[in-house]
């Protein structure tokens, strides 16, 4: 995840949700992708903090690093010089094609050959640890292809045995969140968009602005919750009876819309407020922190020299000493 200051519910429903559950399933890999962000303008002074307060909240939503490994990405820099040897083989047009590349292009002042090469980055913090399950979203399907494309571009150019395996995607329900205006999907960029972080009041606020069923125009029409923005978060923060309960109340205009934003507001607050007290807790010892994405970053290290050690004798360059 980019160190963009903080996350949303529609990331951590999306995704750091389902990391968590992972943990104890599979050997996992989290990173900080500090590399990546370099892509877009930013305040370099405020990198350090950005990539911190995002350690912060992956740990205080439940990452934990006895069971992964948590890192930041330029601690490591082998993902940097096998982002440089994937590129050799990674195939112009189809970067060229690439979804999120056209959409950033068309809204940047001018287009870095960063944002270009992207996803061989991104394949590169798959390939370099050997992964054969990576969990995305909807949006990132297409960088995850393009990576299996390069896992098949390299093995038949560098000989057999197949040295890296293509990475399947590991889906989990949702892919995508809508934001508040139900148009959209849910971006800090757009402001449409619930942060784990916020405070009680900002939480109400934003929902009580929330786009519902644009069908019921008075409080005495019958409702359609399955076409409701509202009601359709609702499933991830209450439990299924209370979901019921509100969804008929909604289609039977028992209750208006205003009451299922005051009960979906007050049951996420439930749900992020022990998150909030834990990046409190973590952000009262910036020590600790720090050194646990160092003992993360020195764990991905002894994998990521092994596989450049093999990458490297693959290559025919002279290996490190």
């Given at each position: 995840?980019?160190?963009?200051?903080?996350?949303?519910?529609?990331n951590?429903?999306?995704?750091?949700?389902?990391?968590v559950?992972?943990?104890?399933?599979?050997?996992?890999?989290?990173?900080?992708?500090?590399?990546?962000?370099l892509?877009?303008?930013?305040?370099?002074?405020?990198?350090?903090?950005?990539?911190?307060?995002?350690?912060?909240e992956?740990?205080?939503?439940?990452?934990?690093?006895?069971?992964?490994?948590?890192?930041v990405?330029?601690?490591?820099?082998?993902?940097?010089?096998l982002?440089?040897?994937?590129?050799?083989?990674?195939?112009?047009?189809?970067?060229?094609?690439?979804?999120?590349?056209?959409?950033?292009?068309?809204?940047?002042?001018?287009?870095?050959?960063?944002?270009?090469?992207?996803?061989?980055?991104?394949?590169?913090?798959?390939l370099?640890?050997?992964?054969?399950?990576?969990?995305?979203?909807?949006?990132?399907?297409?960088?995850?292809?393009?990576?299996?494309?390069?896992?098949?571009?390299?093995?038949?150019?560098?000989?057999?045995?197949?040295?890296?395996?293509?990475?399947?995607?590991?889906?989990?329900?949702?892919?995508?969140?809508?934001?508040?205006?139900?148009?959209q999907?849910?971006s800090?960029?757009?402001?449409?968009?619930?942060?784990?972080?916020?405070?009680?009041?900002?939480?109400r606020?934003?929902?009580?602005?929330?786009?519902?069923?644009?069908?019921?125009?008075?409080k005495?029409?019958?409702?359609?919750?399955?076409?409701?923005?509202?009601?359709?978060?609702?499933?991830?923060?209450?439990?299924?009876?209370?979901?019921?309960?509100?969804?008929?109340?909604?289609?039977?205009?028992?209750?208006?819309?205003?009451?299922?934003?005051?009960?979906?507001?007050?049951?996420?607050?439930?749900?992020?407020?022990?998150?909030?007290?834990?990046?409190?807790?973590?952000l009262?010892?910036?020590?600790?922190?720090?050194?646990?994405?160092?003992?993360g970053?020195?764990?991905?290290?002894?994998?990521?020299?092994?596989?450049m050690?093999?990458?490297?004798?693959?290559?025919?360059?002279?290996?490190?000493?």
């Amino acid at each position: 995840m980019q160190p963009s200051g903080g996350f949303h519910i529609g990331n951590y429903l999306g995704a750091v949700r389902d990391w968590v559950a992972l943990q104890d399933q599979h050997r996992c890999f989290y990173c900080v992708v500090d590399l990546h962000a370099l892509t877009q303008p930013y305040e370099p002074a405020a990198m350090r903090a950005r990539v911190l307060d995002m350690a912060v909240e992956l740990l205080a939503c439940g990452i934990d690093p006895q069971k992964s490994t948590l890192f930041v990405q330029s601690q490591v820099p082998e993902h940097a010089e096998l982002s440089w040897i994937l590129s050799t083989v990674a195939p112009y047009g189809e970067l060229s094609r690439m979804t999120q590349f056209k959409e950033k292009g068309e809204r940047a002042e001018y287009v870095n050959c960063g944002l270009f090469t992207y996803p061989v980055l991104m394949a590169a913090d798959i390939l370099l640890y050997k992964a054969t399950r990576v969990p995305v979203g909807e949006d990132q399907i297409q960088h995850l292809e393009l990576t299996r494309e390069i896992v098949r571009r390299w093995n038949g150019r560098y000989g057999e045995p197949a040295l890296f395996a293509e990475p399947l995607p590991l889906h989990r329900s949702p892919l995508r969140i809508m934001g508040l205006d139900g148009k959209q999907k849910m971006s800090k960029s757009l402001g449409n968009y619930v942060a784990i972080s916020d405070e009680p009041d900002a939480i109400r606020k934003k929902i009580g602005s929330a786009f519902t069923d644009e069908l019921r125009l008075r409080k005495k029409d019958p409702g359609h919750p399955e076409s409701c923005y509202v009601c359709g978060l609702e499933q991830y923060f209450m439990p299924s009876d209370k979901v019921a309960e509100l969804q008929d109340g909604c289609r039977t205009a028992r209750i208006g819309c205003v009451d299922s934003k005051r009960a979906l507001a007050e049951a996420m607050i439930t749900t992020l407020q022990p998150i909030a007290e834990r990046k409190r807790e973590l952000l009262a010892k910036p020590g600790l922190v720090e050194d646990i994405l160092q003992a993360g970053a020195d764990e991905a290290r002894k994998i990521a020299k092994q596989t450049m050690a093999e990458v490297r004798e693959r290559l025919g360059l002279l290996p490190l000493r």
